[in-house]
């Protein structure tokens, strides 16, 4: 998947932010020699032997592409990680022999029957803090409460969680590829005429993922559903074929995820819908090119509600001159969510609105409860780069009672509901220099470009 140099190189830039947050512990009367980093354990549905479909911890999962439960990574500064991998004797399930990978040279891996065998091979754990889902596992390993998860220490790793090494950015663009190649197929099963049930079973083949492989729930929405922002279900052959199709899913790579949306359309579809489609596409290149250095993410955002607002304007479906409150209100009906979001390990990824590597937070803009980021850009920042315009029932309905519900040409919204609603979503690196796109050249968008 990636290289073994570039891995090593990894392992060096998480070592210089560990001793970062070593010292800052410090500094808050924490002295630490080093953490443990824990997969976390399996959990149980209520009363049932069936387990919840489990997801290592993003912090563990920074320091080795190891899945599975119970495995912990030992971290202390200029030292090799050691990597304890947890592998049960047990014949009800598999726990075979690792294939040899790129990082297993670059650490010390060893290997236990059990978890309780973790403390004895470790030797002292009275300096170490742990970090992972599990207090529990946490004191069974004999670490003290003020040492499990302290703020001090997580703030700094919190932080350069956003910073992604270039072993990252390659576990990313692979992600990318790998969803791209579902997005492809997935057009093509929607222009087949295939149900959202099936559009999903296509993508899934196509990307080579089981369901519960994929970073986050796949959005499959044809036509109305499509303004159902998180949309879960997947309807079946009864309500297909559809006229707007609405993808937003992505794939994984070693723990690391691709975010990405496209919004096509068949023929025979309210006209202004296929060019508020090609409007959204235009102007969401515009905000890419906005990912860059010094940028508190913020401003890509009211970019967006202002490009909205005049794309609205154009297609004739709100009037032209209106006042600032009145935009706003009208951007936040229309599009009902955030820009974007940092994306890594996870899909919406830690830090987004970190003050700095102390912690503290910078809140989303008033009015904008749903803006994940609203940090600063600097270079190694990857960010979803995401609007959209939907025919929310329930919001349109409270815009009517508004004095900027005036604005609307209502018989124009009301042939737009069945439509749903379009969003195009990248996955954008931050660089020193440009923006990189890492979606535009493996998915064309609506125009064919
Ligand atoms: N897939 C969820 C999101 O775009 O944030
Ligand atoms: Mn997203
Ligand atoms: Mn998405």
Redesign the pocket.
């Known amino acids: 998947m990636t290289d073994p140099a570039l891995y090593r190189k990894h392992l060096e830039a998480l070592d210089r932010w560990l001793g970062e947050a070593l010292e800052h512990s410090k500094r808050q009367g924490l002295a630490l020699d080093g953490v443990l980093f824990h997969a976390g354990e399996l959990v149980y549905y209520h009363a049932d032997d069936q387990p919840v479909v489990f997801h290592p911890a993003p912090h563990f999962v920074r320091w080795t592409p190891l899945g599975g439960p119970d495995h912990c990574v030992l971290a202390r500064p200029g030292r090799k990680p050691i990597v304890i991998r947890v592998a049960p004797r047990d014949y009800w399930y598999e726990h075979a022999a690792l294939a040899p990978s790129y990082w297993q040279d670059s650490v010390e891996l060893r290997e236990v029957t059990g978890p309780e065998q973790i403390p004895a091979l470790i030797g002292s754990l009275d300096r170490i803090a742990y970090v992972g889902s599990s207090p529990e596992a946490a004191s069974r390993f004999g670490i003290d409460a003020d040492r499990i998860e302290p703020l001090a220490l997580l703030a700094v790793l919190d932080w350069h969680r956003a910073t992604k090494t270039d072993h990252e950015l390659a576990l990313i663009a692979q992600a990318s590829r790998r969803a791209a190649d579902g997005h492809r197929v997935a057009r093509k099963a929607f222009e087949a005429g295939a149900s959202e049930r099936e559009i999903h079973w296509a993508y899934l083949q196509a990307t080579g993922h089981l369901e519960q492989e994929l970073p ?1 729930e796949a ?1 499959v929405a044809l036509d109305e559903k499509a303004s159902v922002l ?1 949309y879960q279900n997947k309807r079946g052959a009864d309500d297909a074929p559809g006229k707007v199709f609405l993808l ?3 794939a994984s790579c070693d723990g690391y995820a691709s ?1 990405i ?1 496209r919004t096509w359309i068949r023929d025979g579809l309210e006209p202004v819908f296929e060019q508020l489609l090609m409007s959204v596409d235009e102007l969401q290149r515009d905000l890419v090119a906005m990912v860059t250095p010094g940028r508190p993410y913020p401003e890509i955002h009211r970019a967006a509600q202002a490009a909205l607002v005049r794309a609205l304007a154009d297609h004739g479906i709100i009037e032209r001159d209106v006042d600032q409150a009145a935009a706003m209100s009208l951007a936040r009906t229309f599009m009902p ?1 955030g820009v ?2 940092h994306l890594g390990i996870q ?2 990824d830690i830090g987004g609105r970190q003050a700095g590597p102390d912690g503290g937070v910078v809140p989303p803009p008033e009015g904008d409860p749903w803006l ?1 980021n609203t940090r600063r850009l600097e270079p190694g920042h990857v960010v ?1 780069v ?1 609007p959209g315009v939907y025919f929310v029932p329930m919001l349109l309905d409270e815009l009517k009672q508004k004095p900027e519900g005036k604005l609307v040409d209502w018989s124009l919204v009301e042939k737009l509901i069945p439509c749903g609603g379009i ?1 195009i ?1 990248d996955d954008v690196v931050c660089t020193p220099s440009a923006p990189k796109d890492l979606t535009r050249p493996l998915l064309q968008g609506p125009r064919g470009v």
């Open positions: 986050f959005i998180h937003d899913a992505g975010d949306t969510h974007g979001h899909v919406h994940r979803t995401e969003r979503e």
